[in-house]
């Protein structure tokens, strides 16, 4: 079945770090780009961020800071997400996302809470 | 950034209607507009591509146009399961935005 299973989500406290982690079957990971994107509690779709089928090309959404790391290994067919020092307004469910045509596979969410 | 504006953003409608949710981007992103369904607690699903393009399995109730700036998202019945909160999102270049969405409720 072609899939894609988030994990590592929940709670942590303000200026804690998580790893989230997107476990891909079903398809030929490595061909693909892949893409986080997150959902804050009631809110719309944020994109977080871009990473390529070779990981040459990496991107970010500016509101991060500089406090998130997207990294993917081909050989276990995952995707990563390294969130540090992180805050409140970072509790959302997090997607990850296969870009073909579009966003034409999404993972089912893991949701993150940052709260003391 | 590019910024995304749907409108509206929520609409009542009963089944059997035909209705359109425009999208409008701050600059000319060509035809590189989707749109997503996504339903209570639940994933986004893609439904339209590039514009105008139908993705597979999706019915053919639903048709995208536009290009340029413009952009609109039409079903043309309204079945029982299409009642759910519709997102375009343009890929011409990162950050990928999403528009704020559009709720879509029973009348």
């Known amino acids: 079945e072609v899939q894609l299973v988030e994990s590592g989500g929940g709670l942590v406290q303000p200026g804690g770090s998580l790893r989230l982690s997107c476990a891909a079957s079903?398809?030929?990971?490595?061909?693909?780009?892949m893409n986080w994107v997150r959902q804050a509690p009631g809110k719309g779709l944020e994109w977080v961020s871009y990473i390529s089928s070779s990981s040459s090309t990496i991107h970010y959404a500016d509101s991060l800071q500089g406090r998130f790391t997207i990294s993917r290994d081909n050989a276990k067919n995952s995707l990563y997400l390294q969130m540090n020092s992180l805050r409140a307004a970072d509790t959302a469910v997090y997607y990850c996302?296969?870009?073909?045509?579009?966003?034409?596979?999404w993972g089912p969410g893991t949701m993150v809470t940052v709260s003391s | 950034d590019i910024q995304m504006t749907q409108s509206p953003s929520s609409l009542s409608a009963s089944l059997g209607d035909r209705v359109t949710i425009t999208c409008r981007a701050s600059?000319?992103?060509?035809?590189?507009l989707n749109w997503y369904q996504q339903k209570p607690g639940k994933a986004p699903k893609l439904l339209i591509y590039?514009?105008?393009n139908l993705q597979s399995g999706v019915p053919s109730r639903f048709s995208g146009g536009g290009s340029g700036t413009d952009f609109t998202l039409t079903i043309s019945s309204l079945q029982p399961e299409d009642f759910a909160t519709y997102y375009c999102?343009?890929?011409?270049?990162?950050?990928?935005?999403f528009g704020q969405g559009t709720k879509l409720e029973i009348k």
């Open positions: 996302a296969r870009e073909g045509d579009a966003f034409d596979l």
């Open positions: 079903g398809f030929t990971f490595s061909t693909y780009s």
């Open positions: 590039v514009a105008s």
């Open positions: 999102q343009q890929s011409y270049g990162t950050p990928y935005t």
């Open positions: 600059q000319s992103i060509r035809s590189y």
